[in-house]
C-alpha cells in the first residue's frame, strides 16, 4: 500500500471535514434573521464547540499532509479565516453560555433569559 497515497487522502479528508464542519457552523446562526425582541434558543455554546472541532480536524489535515504542502497549509488557513469570522458573528452572544435563551436588542447585542 502507497503510505503517500494514503496519508494525502487522510489530509485531504480531514481538511475537507473541517472546512466543512466550519460552513455548517454558519446555518446554525444565534445572530442572523433576528428582529430586535425576538426570543431564539442559545447555540453560542454549539456553535463554539463546532469550531473548536474543526480546527483540531484541520491541525490533524495539515499534520498528515506535512508541512510542507502548500495546499494544506492553504486550505488551513482558510478554515482560519471562517473560524474567526464565525467567533467574531457569535462574540455577542457569547456571555449568554449558560443560558438556554437570547433576545437581540437593536443595537446588536444579546440579553440572556431562560424559559
Known amino acids: 500500500m502507497n503510505t503517500a ?3 494525502g487522502c487522510a489530509a485531504a479528508a480531514l481538511l475537507a471535514a473541517g472546512g466543512l464542519l466550519t460552513l455548517l457552523s454558519f446555518f446554525g ?3 442572523l434573521g433576528t ?3 425576538d ?3 442559545n447555540r453560542a455554546p ?3 464547540t463546532a469550531c473548536v472541532i474543526a480546527v483540531l480536524l484541520t491541525a490533524g489535515g495539515v499534520a498528515a499532509a506535512g508541512r510542507g504542502s502548500c495546499v494544506a497549509l ?4 482558510c478554515v482560519a479565516l471562517l473560524v474567526t469570522w464565525r467567533l467574531y458573528t457569535i462574540g455577542p452572544a457569547l ?3 449558560s443560558y438556554n435563551t437570547v433576545v437581540s436588542n437593536p443595537d446588536g447585542s444579546f440579553d440572556c ?3
Open 5 to 7: 497515497r494514503t496519508r
Open 29 to 31: 446562526a444565534t445572530e
Open 35 to 37: 428582529f430586535p425582541g
Open 39 to 41: 426570543l431564539q434558543e
Open 46 to 48: 454549539l456553535l463554539v
Open 74 to 77: 492553504a486550505a488551513a488557513a
Open 95 to 97: 456571555h449568554c453560555w
Open 113 to 115: 433569559v431562560d424559559r
